[in-house]
């Protein structure tokens, strides 16, 4: 008979073969998938080999016969894994080693059925961790019939067999086989038994989750402040629900495919001669509109909440004011730099934010700026010679008007509604722009930030907002009213018909 070492060489070989002459490029997308079964299968067994050759031998003199401080450095050395890789392997092995009797006889292992499921190669080491894991923290609260019902339950989703409990806890196979599950699938059914079987165990838990409790700002790194810590299950809630409110919003919003734009008199006019009326603006078929990642996103989600928590009346003051962040900029910086706002860039010059001591552009104060206040102070030889206030901020009266008027960000293809946004003077306050509803336009945080940069420029004609987009997106170039800001009574001539 071949050695298991010998046998391990010819499979190594018939996967040398596999690997040899491109065979692999010529497989269609169907074969492709059919090789990836194939390749998970062979991988779970193999992980099933290195945990049953080190269960089986001896836990403390098998390393030191290799030579090896312990089982971890052992594994990253014969197995080429890192230490985290190591040290998985070796929690499964404390789970499905045998123990040797007085006697000699091998004794069931703390998981049984599951290392069955290893060994058959239908749950690989991430599979077993995570099922097993649930369990693990409440197995001194168990009895030792939960435990047998709990392996039994596990294992048998894990060969893709449904699971029931009854009214005894004893975990029974309800169907045929069906599709495999997934490692985090295992691990959601462990957690349902771990709390069925210990319902009491949830009050530690959630004890041991408000000792954890925590957030961290780190220092400035390359520009960006780290974010660690941990939030409480009801906490990471409530956030995913606000960043889903605004990433995604599906309240009473325009009809889809969103923002529409209206033909107006003489050459902007939005039909063909054919007199086609059909806009064909209103639904790029390159969807780049957003080519923000999603944590990209979740970031700029999480600035607009910030700024609404900051002005809402019930949020408590800092020194007397309301909690606004607050930006350190040069006048002559600041002025020169309202230029980036709209596209043509600015003279340079840095801005400094205290509460941070990070250096940020111009371009950012004035984006803070334009939906603040500047309070404007006159140093002479590092003295403080005068103070003085420019109140730019709309009040609330000017904001609901706004909200009413635009319904949403103004940028074609946002759909994040006007009160979540910030209003953005069309012309800059530090140019003569008043604070007027004729000069406001509602802008999400990320179009408002990015719109000196982003190709799209906004005008007020006769208070009603005009946008014209990127070459890209209208090779015209012409400017348009969204739909959803002109009036409802307002009738529109439509194009004139070919004859």
């Not at 606000?242 to 325009?254: C, R």
């Not at 980036?340 to 600015?346: E, F, Q, V």
């Amino acid at each position: 008979m071949n050695s298991t070492a010998e046998l391990l060489d010819r499979v190594i070989a018939d996967l040398d073969t596999v690997l040899s002459d491109d065979a692999l490029a010529g497989l269609s997308d169907a074969d492709r998938v059919t090789v990836l079964q194939g390749a998970g299968a062979v991988f779970r067994r193999a992980e099933a080999v290195i945990v049953e050759t080190i269960a089986t031998g001896d836990a403390a003199d098998f390393p030191h016969s290799a030579g090896c401080r312990g089982l971890n450095e052992l594994l990253q050395r014969a197995v080429s894994v890192d230490v985290r890789g190591a040290s998985r392997v070796d929690r499964v092995v404390d789970l499905v080693r045998r123990p040797v009797s007085l006697a000699g006889e091998r004794m069931p292992a703390r998981w049984s059925e599951m290392r069955l499921a290893l060994l058959d190669g239908v749950v690989g080491v991430a599979g077993f961790l995570a099922a097993t894991g649930p369990i693990e923290k409440v197995w001194d609260r168990l009895t030792v019939d939960q435990r047998l019902a709990a392996d039994v339950a596990l294992a048998g989703c894990a060969r893709g067999h449904g699971v029931v409990v009854d009214a005894d806890d004893e975990g029974l196979e309800a169907d045929e086989p069906g599709p495999a599950p997934t490692p985090q699938d295992l691990k959601a059914l462990a957690e349902d038994l771990a709390s069925m079987f210990d319902p009491d165990g949830e009050e530690p838990k959630d004890e041991d989750s408000r000792r954890r409790r925590g957030i961290t700002i780190g220092r400035l790194t390359d520009g960006v402040h780290a974010i660690r810590g941990y939030l409480t299950p009801e906490v990471a809630a409530q956030l995913q629900l606000i960043l889903d409110a605004i990433l995604n919003p599906k309240g009473d919003g325009p009809p889809m495919p969103g923002v529409h734009f209206a033909p107006s008199e003489g050459a902007d006019a939005g039909a063909d001669a054919d007199g086609d009326d059909a806009d064909p603006f209103n639904s790029d078929p390159r969807c780049v509109l957003d080519d923000r990642s999603a944590a990209q996103k979740r970031h700029d989600a999480l600035a607009m909440v910030f700024g609404i928590a900051a002005r809402h009346q019930d949020m408590p003051t800092l020194g007397g004011s309301a909690p606004v962040l607050v930006v350190n900029v040069d006048a002559k910086d600041l002025v020169g730099g309202m230029g980036g706002m709209g596209g043509k860039g600015g003279n340079g010059g840095w801005a400094t934010i205290p509460g941070s001591g990070a250096h940020v552009p111009v371009s950012v104060a004035a984006h803070v700026g334009c939906a603040g206040t500047i309070q404007r102070v006159l140093v002479d030889e590092g003295r403080i010679i005068g103070i003085t206030t420019t109140d730019r901020v709309f009040t609330v009266h000017q904001r609901r008007a706004i909200i009413a008027r635009d319904k949403e960000c103004l940028i074609p293809g946002c759909h994040v509604p006007a009160s979540w946004c910030e209003i953005h003077h069309v012309v800059e306050h530090a140019r003569g722009g008043p604070t007027h509803t004729d000069n406001g336009v509602p802008m999400c945080w990320w179009h408002h930030r990015s719109l000196g940069t982003s190709g799209w420029e906004i005008r007020m004609d006769d208070g009603v907002p005009q946008v014209r987009g990127p070459r890209w997106w209208d090779p015209d170039e012409r400017w348009r009213t969204p739909r959803l800001s002109l009036l409802r009574n307002v009738h529109v001539r439509a194009a004139p018909m070919r004859v």
